[in-house]
């Protein structure tokens, strides 16, 4: 199968460091795959916190990535490089890439690109690699969550959070959350959280112990940072594990060293994007194995908020950054969904 691909397509730039108005449409060269990487028409792309991090010059891309932002998309593959086994032009895939997905075509890594899963369509697809990738290297690889943990999962109504919610269920874990309002910790609960509790509210450390007969929970699952860190080490129980997948109230803590040799806690925490593709392939190959079963059975699933077009990517970002979505806003490509 053959594709017409022009010379130019539509991306989004960021023009300047600032707020979602700094987006604009821009008519850029179409790239071109080298080996072992396709080119992808996009039709679905996913929003992300990091996109606005780095919008603000916060999350520069790595060394040799385009500068369009964009980390998750779903679209046809329409040409490949030297090397391709898995794909060829006319499949379906997502994929997981290092920036350049705010646009109609992006170069993916072939090791980096997955079937869709059945009975998926692009934009559903296009919500999974982002957030399922880091919940599964965090909270699988990185504290090896398993059955009969509990966990307490910070932001359970974003991406990363809903996420973290069905896989922590399907995996046989107690789960807890925090949300900033009812309906938010409604829609928690609805994917499986057995508490959602409402910070704006209730104190988490409280509720979690009480709910734990003063133990504490076994796992915490955290994107704040700042003054949530001392608290999050309170409400571990002994030998508890921390991960930490973002700092959104700030990346300097106050740390008591005694509460971490008292209690035995682990803390860790890890960035995706940087990693190399080889540990990214690995993430990818894990996901498919472990999770795909689970989108195609229904047991898990990305949870659409809404979805703009492309060349509305700056009102995306400041529904994002709003915190009045619930689940995945994404973008979409005309005629290609």
């Not at 391709?84 to 997905?101: F, I, N, T, Y």
Request: charged residues 20%.
């Amino acid at each position: 199968m053959s594709f017409d691909i022009p010379e130019t397509m539509t991306a989004i730039e960021i023009t300047e460091v600032g707020g979602p108005e700094v987006l604009k449409t821009a008519s850029l060269p179409v790239p071109q795959p080298a080996a072992g990487e396709m080119l992808v028409r996009n039709a679905a792309i996913g929003v992300n916190f990091p996109d606005t991090m780095q919008r603000r010059g916060g999350y520069p891309p790595p060394p040799g990535t385009t500068d369009i932002p964009g980390l998750e998309l779903a679209g046809t593959v329409v040409a490949t490089g030297d090397c391709v086994s898995r794909h060829k032009p006319g499949d379906e895939v997502c994929a997981l890439v290092s920036g350049g997905a705010y646009a109609e075509y992006t170069v993916v890594p072939e090791q980096l690109a997955l079937p869709l899963p059945k009975g998926y369509d692009m934009i559903r697809s296009a919500a999974i690699p982002e957030n399922f990738f880091t919940v599964w290297t965090n909270l699988i690889d990185g504290v090896q969550l398993t059955k009969g943990d509990s966990v307490l999962i910070h932001g359970g109504s974003g991406g990363i959070g809903t996420a973290a919610i069905q896989v922590s269920r399907a995996f046989g874990a107690k789960v807890f959350t925090t949300a900033r309002n009812a309906e938010k910790c409604r829609v928690c609960e609805e994917l499986g959280a057995a508490r959602a509790i409402n910070y704006t509210e209730e104190d988490f450390v409280e509720v979690v112990k009480d709910a734990t007969g003063g133990t504490g929970c076994s796992v915490v699952l955290d994107m704040v940072g700042g003054d949530y860190f001392a608290r999050n080490l309170d409400v571990l129980a002994m030998d508890g594990r921390m991960v930490q997948v973002a700092v959104q109230k700030g990346a300097k803590v106050e740390l008591f060293i005694p509460t971490i040799m008292s209690k035995r806690l682990h803390y860790t925490g890890s960035t995706l994007r940087p990693r190399t593709l080889e540990q990214k392939a690995a993430v990818a190959e894990a996901v498919e194995r472990n999770l795909w079963p689970l989108f195609e059975k229904g047991d898990i699933k990305p949870l659409i908020y809404t979805t703009y077009p492309l060349s509305e990517a700056a009102e995306a970002h400041a529904l994002m950054e709003s915190s009045d979505h619930i689940g995945k806003i994404m973008l979409t490509v005309d005629d290609a969904v």
